[in-house]
């Protein structure tokens, strides 16, 4: 129910992310689309006010030119001009190279300064010839920027007419197209492009980069100045451009007009919403984790539930068996159906063997039990090792009789460490337990002690088949056994090696398995502090379980 329930979640989470995805796109595509009609606005804006101010500035310059039909080719000079030009009030700083006149019927061409080159003077020639069939509505000031003998110039004339309103002759100056560039930097300060309610009723134009060009390229005004770095968005990824060229009078110029990208964000009524997605694919994400947390605690859960299903039962069993021989026998003496001294002797026996074996039972379930709610802990003493091993090897020797086990145990000297007896009795026993559980009938178990850089290392070696090497890590989990003894006769908790695995941590040693000299499997168990070896001599004791004691 609850991995369902996720999966509905995730699926849920899932269309709102897709929804979410959508909407976000839909207003980027309209916040588009909006930004695109800003910059068509502004462009037609831009050409209206720039032919109303390039009008201007051509006809008062034009005019500052004008003479009677019959003055003669008397030409001003350009300081004239460009005073004349200042006082009418226009932005147009002209700074001409050339003066000119053509005279049109016999089209006699007077100039002063730069002498006008070949393709310039058939151009005006072509001009004169033009506007003899011009209409009276079309023969005010003109203004041309073309390239002539590859030097791109600007071009303002006007027409002298006679009395009846024919054309006669053309007059006029030239000079460099940037000169314009005071027209168009005059129109952007004071001439709002963009609607009202994007500026609040100011001019501002701060959001256009505005170029304008002639013929050849040539550069008339520029006020994209340098980009600016900004985040890369779906709304940027191209830029808004609208381009045009300047007609009527006004020929050979175009101009382009940008929407800065820095600056398109804030056009957008309302600005753009913050987007949803990278929440609800958080979310998405989340979800997709909760689920697989969920399905790996479930299989951890149904994992744990066999386990302890299996504990309980293998618990049960180990019980059940000293159980009942401690039943049988105690019947057997209370009912008096012993036949000898010697008989009621070894019922005695039996029942302390498995009294024992019950013992050590119940105190790696409890030790275990500590263990896994974190209340078990050591409390160490110095403790002669030797004398230890001796009493467990005794100890143990009855409940291996009934597999004809013998023990060795091969010591280097005496060695004194710091240990918890009940916790370092408890680790050997389970090792004993271990090595004759699983080895042959009839083996020699031994169980040494060597002392390695300052550590003191107890091990218990069997002749049985052994450890597998990936099976070395993982028969010290609680319940794991190796695969080899999975679906076999032998008996066990599962838990008596990730009790020794646990009191050796609490005693700062380490413990591990490998191959014994003999074939078998070797555990050691490596605890620090060792605090007096006495005595360099090696000794060695062994002898069968069925002797009555080892020797001192």
Same mark, same amino acid.
């Given at each position: 129910?609850?991995?369902?329930?996720?999966?509905?979640?995730?699926?849920?989470?899932?269309?709102?992310?897709?929804?979410?995805?959508?909407?976000?796109?839909?207003?980027?595509?309209?916040?588009?689309?909006?930004?695109?009609?800003?910059?068509?606005?502004?462009?037609?804006?831009?050409?209206?006010?720039?032919?109303?101010?390039?009008?201007?500035?051509?006809?008062?310059?034009?005019?500052?030119?004008?003479?009677?039909?019959?003055?003669?080719?008397?030409?001003?000079?350009?300081?004239?001009?460009?005073?004349?030009?200042?006082?009418?009030?226009?932005?147009?700083?002209?700074?001409?190279?050339?003066?000119?006149?053509?005279?049109?019927?016999?089209?006699?061409?007077?100039?002063?300064?730069?002498?006008?080159?070949?393709?310039?003077?058939?151009?005006?020639?072509?001009?004169?010839?033009?506007?003899?069939?011009?209409?009276?509505?079309?023969?005010?000031?003109?203004?041309?920027?073309?390239?002539?003998?590859?030097?791109?110039?600007?071009?303002?004339?006007?027409?002298?007419?006679?009395?009846?309103?024919?054309?006669?002759?053309?007059?006029?100056?030239?000079?460099?197209?940037?000169?314009?560039?005071?027209?168009?930097?005059?129109?952007?300060?004071?001439?709002?492009?963009?609607?009202?309610?994007?500026?609040?009723?100011?001019?501002?134009?701060?959001?256009?980069?505005?170029?304008?060009?002639?013929?050849?390229?040539?550069?008339?005004?520029?006020?994209?100045?340098?980009?600016?770095?900004?985040?890369?968005?779906?709304?940027?990824?191209?830029?808004?451009?609208?381009?045009?060229?300047?007609?009527?009078?006004?020929?050979?110029?175009?101009?382009?007009?940008?929407?800065?990208?820095?600056?398109?964000?804030?056009?957008?009524?309302?600005?753009? $919403?913050?987007?949803? &997605? %990278? @929440? #609800?694919?958080? !979310?998405?994400?989340?979800?997709?984790? /909760?689920?697989?947390?969920?399905? *790996?605690?479930?299989?951890?859960?149904?994992?744990?539930?066999?386990?302890?299903?299996?504990?309980?039962?293998?618990?049960?069993?180990?019980?059940?068996?000293?159980?009942?021989?401690?039943?049988?026998?105690?019947?057997?003496?209370?009912?008096?159906?012993?036949?000898?001294?010697?008989?009621?002797?070894?019922?005695?026996?039996?029942?302390?063997?498995?009294?024992?074996?019950?013992?050590?039972?119940?105190?790696?379930?409890?030790?275990?039990?500590?263990?896994?709610?974190?209340?078990?802990?050591?409390?160490?003493? $110095?403790?002669?090792? &030797? %004398? @230890? #091993?001796?009493? !467990?090897?005794?100890?143990?020797?009855? /409940?291996?009789?009934?597999?004809? *086990?013998?023990?060795?145990?091969?010591?280097?000297?005496?060695?004194?460490?710091?240990?918890?007896?009940?916790?370092?009795?408890?680790?050997?026993?389970?090792?004993?337990?271990?090595?004759?559980?699983?080895?042959?009938?009839?083996?020699?178990?031994?169980?040494?002690?060597?002392?390695?850089?300052?550590?003191?290392?107890?091990?218990?070696?069997?002749?049985?088949?052994?450890?597998?090497?990936?099976?070395?890590?993982?028969?010290?989990?609680?319940?794991?056994?190796?695969?080899?003894?999975?679906?076999?006769?032998?008996?066990?908790?599962?838990?008596? @090696?990730?009790?020794?695995?646990?009191?050796?941590?609490?005693?700062?040693?380490?413990?591990?398995?490998?191959?014994?000299?003999?074939?078998?499997?070797?555990?050691?168990?490596?605890?620090?502090?060792?605090?007096?070896?006495?005595?360099?001599?090696?000794?060695?004791?062994?002898?069968?379980?069925?002797?009555?004691?080892?020797?001192?």
């Amino acid at each position: 129910m609850v991995v369902v329930l996720l999966a509905a979640t995730l699926v849920v989470t899932s269309v709102l992310a897709w929804h979410a995805y959508e909407a976000s796109q839909s207003h980027t595509a309209v916040a588009r689309r909006v930004l695109r009609d800003y910059v068509e606005f502004a462009s037609w804006q831009f050409s209206q006010a720039a032919e109303r101010q390039l009008d201007a500035a051509v006809y008062t310059a034009v005019n500052a030119l004008a003479c009677p039909l019959d003055c003669g080719p008397r030409l001003p000079d350009a300081k004239t001009l460009a005073g004349v030009v200042e006082k009418s009030g226009t932005s147009w700083v002209v700074s001409p190279s050339t003066f000119f006149r053509l005279d049109i019927d016999p089209g006699t061409l007077w100039t002063t300064g730069t002498p006008p080159g070949d393709g310039m003077r058939e151009w005006l020639k072509e001009a004169s010839l033009g506007v003899r069939t011009a209409s009276p509505l079309h023969t005010g000031p003109l203004l041309k920027v073309a390239r002539f003998d590859g030097v791109t110039v600007a071009v303002a004339f006007g027409l002298i007419t006679d009395q009846f309103g024919a054309p006669r002759a053309l007059y006029g100056f030239v000079s460099e197209p940037k000169s314009l560039g005071s027209v168009f930097k005059t129109l952007v300060k004071h001439t709002p492009l963009l609607p009202p309610t994007l500026t609040g009723g100011e001019t501002d134009n701060s959001a256009l980069a505005i170029k304008v060009t002639g013929e050849g390229n040539a550069v008339v005004f520029d006020s994209t100045g340098p980009p600016k770095h900004i985040a890369s968005t779906s709304l940027f990824e191209e830029p808004f451009i609208a381009k045009g060229g300047l007609g009527g009078r006004h020929g050979g110029l175009w101009y382009s007009i940008t929407l800065r990208s820095e600056a398109a964000a804030r056009l957008v009524i309302g600005g753009l $919403p913050q987007s949803r &997605v %990278p @929440l #609800l694919l958080g !979310l998405l994400g989340l979800t997709a984790g /909760l689920i697989v947390v969920a399905v *790996v605690q479930l299989r951890r859960e149904s994992e744990f539930s066999r386990r302890r299903s299996d504990f309980v039962s293998s618990v049960s069993h180990e019980l059940r068996t000293p159980l009942a021989q401690i039943r049988m026998f105690s019947e057997t003496l209370l009912l008096g159906r012993v036949r000898s001294d010697d008989e009621a002797r070894r019922s005695l026996e039996i029942i302390q063997q498995e009294s024992q074996r019950l013992t050590h039972l119940v105190e790696n379930v409890l030790h275990y039990s500590r263990g896994e709610r974190g209340v078990d802990r050591v409390v160490t003493q $110095p403790i002669a090792l &030797v %004398p @230890l #091993l001796r009493e !467990l090897v005794e100890a143990f020797g009855p /409940l291996a009789r009934s597999r004809r *086990v013998t023990f060795a145990l091969d010591a280097d000297g005496e060695v004194v460490a710091m240990a918890d007896p009940a916790a370092l009795r408890q680790i050997l026993l389970n090792l004993l337990d271990n090595a004759v559980k699983y080895g042959p009938p009839g083996q020699t178990v031994v169980t040494s002690m060597r002392v390695v850089n300052g550590a003191v290392r107890l091990a218990v070696d069997d002749e049985g088949p052994g450890i597998a090497a990936d099976d070395r890590e993982r028969i010290w989990e609680p319940f794991r056994r190796s695969d080899r003894h999975l679906d076999s006769a032998v008996a066990g908790t599962g838990i008596g @090696l990730a009790v020794v695995r646990d009191l050796t941590r609490l005693h700062s040693g380490r413990v591990w398995v490998e191959a014994a000299p003999r074939g078998g499997a070797r555990f050691v168990v490596e605890l620090p502090g060792v605090v007096r070896i006495d005595g360099p001599d090696k000794m060695k004791e062994s002898r069968p379980l069925g002797e009555p004691g080892m020797p001192a």
